[in-house]
């Protein structure tokens, strides 16, 4: 078996994969460190014998440290963190690798292939797009995420509360929630269909779309381009990562 696990900064997601590199356990856990403490109450039935290689992606590192002592403890393997492999086999870094969070790279290795070009878009704390053409990661735009942007909103705005985002029919709101959601909603249809649109002008190139995250249901049948959606994205490019650990 391999331990998998996608440390974001909202929540931390660990699967287990077996030899035939399908997920047979999913578990999702809020990235704090009261909660990382308890990791054990999730995995305590799991017979550790039987894991051969254990690799993350993370971009909170306090989260990963409690992750690493705890799987290193348990099966005696090196808890591997996806920069820490050699990836120039699988994918061409066109920027400073330093800085590009490693769960954005595992997004990219997931779909690589020398004969399509993709912008993966992920709608996570930020809301990402990363563009990939053939195996070469070129880069990507960072922009607010919805939730972060609509929970700042409320916070900020005494007269506004809480709001959850749902798909909006009438772009002209009626009262308070439905203009936020208005807003939202159409906004980032909008900054999304804009985005990629100036994505394929600057490269002259065409694109398959991928969209993953939280918010990637809501999206995928109400912008003008063509999407896929794969929730598994970041995790299926480390079972393919995984492959480089010997």
């Known amino acids: 078996m391999i331990i998998l696990g996608d440390i974001g900064n909202s929540e931390t997601k660990i699967c287990i994969v077996n030899n035939k590199f399908k997920i047979i ?8 460190q009261k909660k990382m ?10 017979d550790f014998s039987k894991v051969n290689k254990i690799l993350f992606c993370s971009v909170v590192p306090s989260i990963f440290k409690i992750v690493k002592n705890y ?14 492999l050699d990836l120039r086999s699988i994918l061409k870094i066109d920027v ?4 590009v969070g490693s769960d954005r790279l595992a997004n990219a290795i997931s779909v690589s292939n020398k004969k399509k070009n993709y912008v993966i878009l992920d709608f996570g704390t930020a809301t990402t797009f990363d563009v990939l053409i053939g195996t070469n990661y070129k880069g990507g735009i960072i922009s607010p995420g919805i939730k972060l942007s609509l929970n ?57 779309i991928i969209i993953t995250g939280g918010f990637s ?17 970041t995790i299926n490019g480390l079972i393919k990562a995984s492959k480089l650990i010997k």
């Open 25 to 32: 356990k999913k578990v999702l856990v809020p990235s704090s």
């Open 217 to 233: 249901k809501l999206f995928k049948n109400s912008i003008k381009t063509k999407v896929k959606q794969n929730i598994d994205i």
């Open 96 to 99: 400073n690798y330093k800085q």
């Open 71 to 84: 799987f290193e403890k348990k099966t005696n393997l090196k808890c591997y963190e996806l920069k820490e």
């Open 37 to 46: 403490k308890e990791i054990n109450s999730y995995f305590k039935n799991l």
């Open 152 to 208: 700042t909103l409320s916070d900020k705005a005494s007269l506004i509360p809480k709001i959850d985002l749902k798909k909006m029919s009438k772009v002209i709101g009626r009262d308070t929630k439905s203009a936020v959601r208005s807003g939202f909603f159409w906004g980032y249809a909008g900054l999304i269909d804009n985005i990629i649109d100036l994505i394929k002008k600057e490269t002259k190139k065409s694109f398959k």
